[in-house]
């Protein structure tokens, strides 16, 4: 018997990287995953693989910043599934610059994903997500949502945005039974972090900086912080925020 047996999940950003990690713990444990991402082509593979694993999967191309895209997500999950219990908003972007260089671009596309993406996220699904009574939404913020760092301006505040949207929403739903919490994640080996973990060794040490386990961590660690969120073994877990770093902080 998985640890998600028998509930339906919907995961962005699942093509690649944590998503995709995400997806496949979720489904080795039980669950029907709905892969979303904006990327088809990557996007069906990890489904298909789920499947060839013995799981259950679909597919389901969703750009967060579309509310058409959300809308015609949740229904295609209502038609296929018939209830949704986790929502995991894991799309996200990387713009590293100061906030003083950054475009209105650069700052618009990045807020447009890593917040507008969950806000249009948790909208769209909060109907369906009432239905089961006892659901979970895991929003991944980072360690950048809750302390600052060089490079990232328009990142880091879009993650803090993400950090107190999970507090206002666990508020705001803990009476319909949807239990809301995000995970903060250090410096994780997926393609986002790609370019500045194998480039050259003073990068990467510095961008581990105080990682006290001194290696960025794979994403099945955080993976395993998003499968007890999903679970009911987190059942008193609510506004609570999960830092997945090495020690980063601690340091
Ligand atoms: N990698 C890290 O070190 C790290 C650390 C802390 C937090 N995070 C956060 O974790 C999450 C996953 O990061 P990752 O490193 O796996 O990223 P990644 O770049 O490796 O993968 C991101 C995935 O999101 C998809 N995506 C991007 N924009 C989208 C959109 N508009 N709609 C749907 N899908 C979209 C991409 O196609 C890709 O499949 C992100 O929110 C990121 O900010 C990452």
Known sequence: MG?????????????????????ELLAREGAHVFVCDLDVAKGEEVAKGIVAAGG???????????????????????????????????????????LHATTNEEFDRTFNVNVRGVFLGIRAAVPLLKEGGKSSIINISSIYGIMGAP???????SKGAV???????????????????????????TP???????????????????????????????????????????SYVHGAEIVVDGGYTAN
């Open 56 to 98: 259950k999967a679909d597919f389901i191309k969703l750009d967060v910043t579309s509310e058409a895209d959300w809308n015609g997500a949740i229904a295609r999950v209502r038609d296929r599934a018939g209830k949704l219990d986790i929502l995991v908003n894991n799309a996200g972007t990387l713009i590293l610059k100061p």
């Open 3 to 23: 640890r998600v047996s028998g509930k339906v999940a919907l995961v962005t950003g699942a093509a690649m990287g944590m998503g995709k990690s995400h997806s």
């Open 163 to 189: 950090r107190l949207m999970t507090k206002s929403c666990a508020v705001d739903l803990a009476d319909a039974g949807i239990r809301v919490n995000s995970v903060h994640p250090g410096v994780i080996d």
């Open 192 to 234: 986002m972090t790609k370019d500045l973990l194998y480039t050259d060794e003073a990068t990467r040490q510095a961008v581990l900086g105080p990682t006290l386990l001194k290696r960025p961590s794979r994403p099945e660690e955080v993976s395993n912080a998003v499968l007890f969120l999903a679970s009911d073994e987190s």
């Open 151 to 157: 490079m990232a301006g328009a990142y880091i505040a």
